[in-house]
C-alpha cells in the first residue's frame, strides 16, 4: 500500500487547508484511515481517524475546527482544517490499517503563521 499526501503548505492563523491522502497498490479491506501530526520537539499525536464505517474520531484539540472524511471510490481521506492555530504547524501523516498492518504516507509540512 502507497499513500501519497498533498495540500500542506504556509497559512495565516484562521485560516483554512485541506489535506488529502491518496491510497493505491494492494488495497481490499482498509479498516481505518487517519492523520496524525508531529511538531519540533514533540511526539507524534493522533489528529483525527475515521472507521470503515465512518465512525470518527479527533483529538481534543482539534475538535470543532478539523473535520476528516473519506471517499472509499477514491480510497482518499481527507483533513479539512479550519480555524488554523499556530499550535497546529506540525508534519502531518496519513496512516492506514489494513488486516493488521500500518501504512504511512510521507509527511506534508502545515505551517500556521502571519
Known amino acids: 500500500v502507497q499513500l501519497q499526501a498533498s495540500g500542506g503548505g504556509l497559512v495565516q492563523p484562521g485560516g483554512s487547508l485541506r489535506l488529502s491522502c491518496a491510497a493505491s497498490?494492494?488495497?481490499?479491506?482498509?479498516?481505518?484511515m487517519a492523520w496524525y501530526r508531529q511538531a519540533p520537539g514533540k511526539q507524534r499525536e493522533l489528529v483525527a481517524r475515521v472507521s470503515s464505517g465512518g465512525n470518527t474520531n479527533y483529538a481534543d484539540s482539534v475538535k470543532g475546527r478539523f473535520t476528516i472524511s473519506r471517499d472509499n471510490a477514491k480510497k482518499t481521506v481527507y483533513l479539512q482544517m479550519n480555524s488554523l492555530k499556530p499550535e497546529d504547524s506540525a508534519v502531518y501523516s496519513c496512516?492506514?490499517?489494513?488486516?493488521?498492518?500500518?501504512?504511512w504516507g510521507q509527511g506534508t509540512l502545515v505551517t500556521v503563521s502571519s
Open positions: 497498490g494492494s488495497i481490499f479491506s482498509i479498516t481505518s
Open positions: 496512516n492506514v490499517l489494513q488486516a493488521g498492518s500500518s501504512y
